[in-house]
């Protein structure tokens, strides 16, 4: 299993079934990654939009994520830049109020696998509660706003975000210190990473 190269994982990764009983649209594994990533996103799981386009992020949340990245579009959806590994591969279903959770079987299924092809990854964003309770586990006792606010804590590895759905403009709204510090200090480590990349 360590001898996965990127492109071989990804096909295995999308032929995966491992959840399908549970996934109201049937199994569609949506993942972004190459060799040469050098930046990693974790979200939560697939929206119905993106289930459809098999694209990640193709939505307004995408669009949202990019401009807090600093990049455009086109370049959040570039593996050879930008690997989007999320908690959950595939579209969980509707919820009250939202999506439902990204499958549990699905991060510790295949994660730490992606990881191991991934070498020239400089920073993980980790855009949402899910994401960041499995990635500091140290901090799950955390408000996500205590998390984002302290987000130097965790840098040059990780940053936390909020998800870049809709509800994140409440969260700026209630949260000024988020476009005033966060953003700037992002943005400016996104393009420390990509600068390698060139």
Known sequence: ?????????????R?????APHLPL???????FSATSRIAVIGQAP?????????????KSGVRLAEWL???FETLHDPELFAIVSMGFCYPGKASGGDKPPRPECAP????????????????????????AAYLPETRRWRMADRVERFR??????????????RSTLFMRQHPWFEGEVLPALRKRVAECLQTAT
């Open 1 to 13: 299993m360590s001898g996965d190269t990127a492109e071989q994982l990804k096909g295995e990764i």
């Open 15 to 19: 032929a995966c079934t491992l959840c």
């Open 26 to 32: 049937g199994p569609k594994p949506i993942v972004q």
């Open 47 to 59: 929206g119905r939009i993106t289930h459809e386009t098999g694209l990640a992020f193709d939505d």
């Open 70 to 72: 600093g990049v455009s």
């Open 109 to 132: 299924t295949w994660h730490e696998r992606v990881w191991r092809t991934l070498e020239n990854i400089e920073l993980t964003v980790l855009a949402g509660a899910h994401a960041q």
């Open 153 to 166: 804590e965790f840098l040059p590895r990780y940053i936390p975000l909020p998800h870049p759905a809709w």
